[in-house]
């Protein structure tokens, strides 16, 4: 039994199999880059501060006017040869120190092994306080 609605010489229609492949392989790379970059821990960058090889000397006459300031690798803060405990009392002292001394500098001198990251923090931190009269120092052995 036959509908009148329907032609006699209608034509099969035809699946067209390109803009699947092509939604199914945009789909496959947008998961294969998100697990790529789930699964991968990020690698970070390894610095090392510079060793005292690599470094001109200056002259212990030019240090004695400067405030040293030492970084141990467990985060620990000396001001000379003093524990600081209180990040507070170091700005204090870092201003107190440069008000009376009008040549003098603050010097930031950082284990090699310490974290690079709390080194560049404290150290703008330090420059916030004293300005250009803050710099990084290397320790000779």
Do not use: C, H
């Not at 005292?52 to 405030?67: A, C, F, G, H, R």
């Amino acid at each position: 039994m036959r509908f009148k609605s329907q032609q006699p010489n209608s034509q099969i229609p035809t699946i067209d199999l390109i803009p699947m492949l092509n939604v199914m392989m945009a789909v496959l790379a947008f998961f294969v880059l998100v697990s790529m970059t789930l699964t991968s821990e990020p690698e970070g960058v390894e610095v090392r501060l510079p060793s005292s090889d690599e470094v001109e000397v200056k002259p212990t006459s030019d240090l004695q006017d400067s405030l040293i300031v030492t970084l141990k690798p467990d985060g620990q803060i000396l001001l000379g040869e003093v524990a600081i405990g209180d990040r507070g009392q170091l700005w204090v002292e870092i201003q107190t120190y440069l008000q009376q001394s009008d040549r003098g500098s603050v010097l930031l001198v950082a284990d090699p092994d310490a974290n690079y990251e709390q080194v560049i923090q404290l150290l703008a931190q330090m420059r916030q306080v004293g300005g250009d009269r803050v710099s990084l120092g290397i320790e000779s052995e």
